[in-house]
């Protein structure tokens, strides 16, 4: 009888029953049983609908979203009374991160004043730099195609006549790039093809320079030299960047007033 009585679903909904009466008796107490519904709340279920249908919310719809809410409402009060928000990491990182998004958002306050963002573009002025750009033409000489592809672009380059340019191998990216700094070719090529490529002369065609496909002949034609962009064409990134600075020292600052009340004890 008893290992029949194990096997029956219905002993299993009957004591987890039981034992989720016993923890609310146990854990919910006396507290408030009211759940108050402000029309800030009510607007904003209804804006959220509307922002994912694209149309706002019949009454019925509207009736469902908040009964929605107010089932959420009640599961959150009773697993917080019955301590099972104990010992929860994901809970726990989501509460340290709403208050370090609270500290932030209440010290990025309102824009930056001109002033402001002049002082902090002056003591940034390098973060705002632009870095020399090359605009070249590449041609391919495959490692996998070719045993001596250095030896053959060496050859083709010898025999290039006037403006033409060298057959070279089919290659998976562009031949032809337009305004790329160093560190971009870099990413693209390869360290050792950008620190070449911008040592060469302009205008005409040059190699074998190495990149991490193969071998190249390479013709820069056009450089554009370093430099350093006015506070008004990069006002937009210079006060994105002094909000997000604001942010973070804020909340640096209230982390530390925090710390100093809490004494931290390791085996």
Do not use: C
């Amino acid at each position: 009888m008893l290992a029949k009585l194990i096997r029956e679903p219905l002993v299993y909904f009957l004591v987890a029953g039981a034992a989720l009466f016993l923890a609310t008796e146990r854990f919910g107490g006396d507290g408030d049983a009211r759940i108050i519904l402000t029309e800030a709340e009510r607007a904003r279920l209804s804006n959220q609908w509307q922002a994912q249908m694209g149309r706002p919310p019949s009454s019925e719809e509207l009736a469902a979203l908040v009964e929605q809410w107010v089932r959420e409402e009640i599961y959150y009060r009773e697993a917080v009374a019955m301590g099972l928000d104990d010992n929860d990491v994901i809970i726990r990182r989501r509460l340290a991160q709403k208050l370090t998004f609270l500290t932030e958002d209440l010290a990025a306050g309102g824009e930056p004043t001109e002033a402001e963002l002049a002082d902090y573009y002056a003591a940034n002025a390098d973060r705002y730099a632009e870095p020399e750009r090359f605009t070249f033409t590449h041609a391919y000489f495959s490692t996998e195609r070719r045993r001596t592809a250095e030896a053959d672009a060496r050859q083709a380059l010898e025999a290039l006549d006037g403006d033409a340019v060298p057959a070279g191998d089919p290659f998976m990216l562009q031949r032809s790039y337009v305004d790329r700094s160093q560190r971009e070719i870099a990413e693209l090529f390869g360290r050792e093809f950008a620190a070449e490529l911008v040592e060469l002369d302009t205008g005409r065609w040059l190699g074998p320079v190495r990149s991490a496909y193969g071998w190249h002949l390479v013709r820069v034609d056009s450089r554009r030299e370093p430099r350093q962009p006015t506070l008004t064409e990069v006002a937009g990134r210079v006060a994105a960047d002094l909000q997000q600075t604001r942010r973070r020292e804020a909340s640096e600052a209230f982390y530390q007033t925090l710390r100093e009340r809490y004494q931290v004890v390791q085996p």
